[in-house]
């Protein structure tokens, strides 16, 4: 996840972890490293990446907005699983910000999830 990701996560509360144990790794360049022991702090996207392929990671969900913009700039993302909330925002942050290119996907499936419309999409390479 990225920062501020990770720091409105931890503003929920301790009982309000939903990781359990697994691997948690926060993409920042100003949260100190020994912050959390549940946590590896990375500084930069392709440390981020070497730790990931170093651990033998599989399936990664990339939390925050400009961490996904950063995994997509990186070429890193083969799935996108995209949940519309029933809520039309004023306003925020785009999702996924200023694209260099086109990203071609293909609808995989729809669901209708408690009320959100799960999207799943595969990239086309």
């Keep these: 996840m990225g920062r501020n990701t990770h720091d409105k996560v931890i503003g929920f509360g301790e009982e309000n972890w939903h990781y359990g144990e697994r691997h948690v790794g926060v993409l920042s360049t100003t949260l100190p490293e020994d912050a959390d022991p ?3 702090v990375n500084r930069d996207i392709d440390s981020l990446v070497a730790d990931l392929d170093k651990r033998g990671s599989e399936h990664v969900y990339p939390d925050g907005g400009r961490l996904v913009q950063s995994f997509i ?3 890193r993302v083969d799935r996108f699983v995209i949940s519309v909330a029933p809520v039309l925002n004023g306003a925020g942050h785009r999702l996924f910000g200023e694209l260099v290119q086109d990203v071609p996907l293909r609808l995989d ?3 209708d999830i408690g009320g959100f419309a799960q999207l799943r999409y595969t990239v086309e390479k």
């Design 109 to 111: 499936s729809v669901a």
């Design 38 to 40: 549940r946590i590896t």
């Design 73 to 75: 700039h990186a070429g």
